[in-house]
């Protein structure tokens, strides 16, 4: 590191006022303070508290959490690639497949992402925000495996710059970055995000031509089997025929998007965001109980239908609900920031993902629209907190008063 810090130090004149690359300050400023704790100090006068843990850090701490989920990601990709072939191969083949088809992705959202946030901040002459670090990671875990580069590349776009760039840059977005891009997709391109062949790798692992191996294929998710089910009564089956429950659904070994299926990653990066405190365990806590009490309501007072009387704790490990309640619900810009607030904002976004479920066969995941949703509203709750709080203060001082 110190040779790396030495290196930093040599050319750092260049890009000061005055050096011959000046005009790319922010893109210095920017790896510096990635590598190392910014060093610069506040004024002598008043009083300041000094904490090494910056945005950037807790950002990474956000990385880290996701990795879990991206690793197992990567091996099931590959792993229901060679199921559906029929090959019997062993556990790093899978891997590999699976890591090769996942890294385009990551590759293509941080080259689009970053790269319109560098030009921005050389525009502007400010320095490069940090907030895409978690945003380009997210990306990737929450599309379908099939999703063309080029869709990705033009979702990612819009994402930074209309749902992050202009409200003002990372920490003034009103609405999950993220889960913008996913929309985007969803509603401009529906066919590559819905139906049984987007969420199994059917050409090569790097998605380079190699044409369809898998045609005669279907690779419906758990939920989207329930959405278009004939019958009343939920029954949820892998590639075979055998029955999936919620032991499966909580391993994770089935269809579904990169980083959504398996709840034991999901669970070892909640557990890392709360030992650190990262993240809220109030709305984390919140998101389930709003799910489970709504997925209740409906097994017993729902419609005559199979995403009604789909058992309420399977909607718990299905789909996308633990990811976005542990990964999206908990995002400090776009949740609500009160104590109370919290467990409001989560407990409204477990219910509504419930509802859009059940009551719209035609998007059987409900989560990301549920986010999307409480975002608006989370200044709202966050306002009406903050004011029942002050009257109870004023209430109390004016009680006082009179005795």
């Given amino acids: 590191m110190n040779a790396l810090r030495n290196f930093m130090d040599k050319i750092k004149p260049y890009f000061e006022k005055g050096g011959k690359l000046e005009k790319l300050h922010s893109v210095y400023d920017g790896f510096e303070t990635f590598l190392f704790v910014p060093t610069t100090t506040s004024p002598k006068y008043g009083s300041h508290i000094h904490d090494p843990v910056d945005t950037k850090r807790t950002m990474s701490t956000v990385i880290v959490a996701l990795l879990p989920a991206l690793l197992f990601g990567m091996y099931n990709v590959g792993y229901q690639h060679y199921l559906a072939t029929g090959q019997d ?19 293509v959202s941080y080259i689009v992402g970053l790269g319109i946030e560098f030009i921005g901040a050389q525009i502007r002459g400010e320095e490069i925000q940090e907030g895409f670090l978690v945003t380009g990671f997210l990306i990737p875990l929450i599309i379908p495996i099939n999703t063309p580069l080029w869709m990705v590349a033009i ?6 710059i209309f749902a992050k760039e202009v409200f003002g840059g990372t920490g003034m977005n009103i609405f999950n970055v ?3 891009a996913r929309a985007f997709l969803f509603f401009a391109y529906p066919t590559h995000m819905s139906g049984d062949a987007v969420w199994v790798r059917t050409g090569t692992a790097l998605g380079f031509g190699g044409g369809s191996v898998l045609d005669a294929f279907s690779g ?12 009343s009564i939920p029954n949820i089956t892998d590639t075979f025929g055998h029955s999936l429950g919620f032991w499966e659904g909580f391993i994770g070994l089935i269809p579904g998007s990169v980083g959504e299926t398996s709840k034991i990653a999901i669970l070892l990066g909640a557990v890392i965001l709360l030992m650190t405190s990262v993240a809220s365990w109030k709305t984390m806590l919140s998101v389930f109980l709003g799910g489970a009490f709504m997925g209740i309501v409906f097994n017993f007072f729902g419609p005559d239908t199979a995403a009604a009387h789909f058992p309420w704790y399977n909607h718990l490990v299905f789909g996308g609900f633990a990811f976005g309640a542990v990964f999206m619900a908990t995002d400090p810009v776009t949740s609500a920031r009160t104590e109370k607030g919290k467990w409001i904002y989560g407990f409204l976004i477990g219910c509504m993902a419930i509802i859009i479920r059940v009551l719209n066969p035609g998007y059987s995941e409900g989560m990301m629209l549920a986010i999307l949703l409480m975002n608006i509203f989370a200044p709202l709750i966050d306002y009406f907190v903050v004011d029942s709080n002050v009257k109870k203060r004023l209430k109390r001082a004016a009680t006082s008063t009179i005795k």
């Fill in 178 to 180: 993220a889960l913008v």
């Fill in 220 to 231: 419906a998710t758990p939920l989207g089997q329930i959405a278009t089910a004939s019958t």
């Fill in 155 to 160: 979702a990612t776009a819009f994402a930074v």
């Fill in 89 to 107: 191969v062993n556990f790093w083949t899978e891997f590999l497949f699976g890591f090769l088809a996942v890294l385009p992705y990551i590759l």
